[in-house]
């Protein structure tokens, strides 16, 4: 009997983004692959801009294997989206990288030694 059913709506974290994909965990075993075309009926030109790493979405069961535990999801015609907590992001400071750059030629100067 399989975990998950064709249409069935889920939720899942996205744990990657490629080009061709997003590649989104369900649980403790299975995984699955939203490809390109399951994200929308319009032309994607980059997936960035429909989910983040990290993020819980709903996503649609179009088939699963319980072989590989591996299943092939949508988001299609989906309120995908789950509602996004702000507190969870990390502050932005007003120095930014700028920290980082002006440490960057001391550590570039001890390390010549």
């Not at 490629?18 to 032309?43: P, Q």
Request: glycine fraction near 6%; proline fraction near 1%.
């Amino acid at each position: 009997m399989s975990k998950y059913y064709k249409d069935e709506i889920i939720e899942g974290c996205v744990t990657g983004i490629e080009k061709y994909g997003i590649f989104v965990t369900l649980d403790e075993y299975y995984s699955g692959l939203i490809h390109i075309s399951e994200i929308s009926d319009d032309f994607v030109r980059d997936i960035n801009k429909f989910v983040d790493i990290g993020e819980t979405i709903r996503v649609r069961v179009i088939e699963a294997n319980d072989d590989t535990y591996h299943v092939k999801l949508s988001i299609k015609d989906l309120n995908y989206r789950l509602e996004k907590r702000e507190d969870s992001k990390i502050p932005e400071t007003k120095n930014g990288f700028n920290t980082l750059e002006k440490q960057l030629k001391k550590w570039i100067s001890e390390r010549e030694l």
